[in-house]
């Protein structure tokens, strides 16, 4: 078990929450793979452990452990399942509580360009799998 109770296995079934901290990652009905993309220093993608339901304990999440001056739209929630269908996985790294990322994105050195493509279809799979949760 984690720190903060959780287990150290993320499984299929867990939903992981993407909170959403510009407008460019999402429109009225749906998620952006900008959302998705990884971190271009570490290649990570920082998820929560968390699902749509309870919408205020989700809140509260986003609001305890994101910058305090981060405007939070809203999560994108996916099922860890079609993270790993992805040919990516998902591993937890607290602190803070519930915290993980999404690794595994193609590293191609030798072509820039076909690496950021990789990446951009990953994302797509992932935005095309989730639930836009709004808060406002």
């Known amino acids: 078990m984690l720190p903060f109770g959780l287990p150290e296995y993320v499984a299929d079934e ?32 920082s998820v929560f452990r968390h699902g749509a339901e309870p919408r205020q304990k989700l809140i509260d999440v986003a609001r305890g452990y994101l ?13 860890a399942a079609i993270v790993r269908a992805a040919k990516l996985d998902v591993i937890p790294e607290e602190p803070p509580p519930r915290h993980a990322n999404i690794v ?16 951009k279809e990953s994302a797509l799979t992932l935005a095309a799998s989730s639930v836009l949760v709004r808060f406002a």
């Open 67 to 79: 910058l305090a001056n981060a405007t939070i739209h809203g999560a994108a929630i996916v099922k």
């Open 14 to 45: 867990e939903d992981l929450a993407r909170f959403l901290t510009s407008s460019s990652q999402f429109n009225a009905t749906m998620v952006k793979a900008a959302a998705f993309l990884p971190n271009p220093k570490d290649h990570k993608k």
């Open 104 to 119: 595994g994105w193609p590293l191609i050195a030798a072509d820039p360009d076909l690496q950021k493509a990789q990446e």
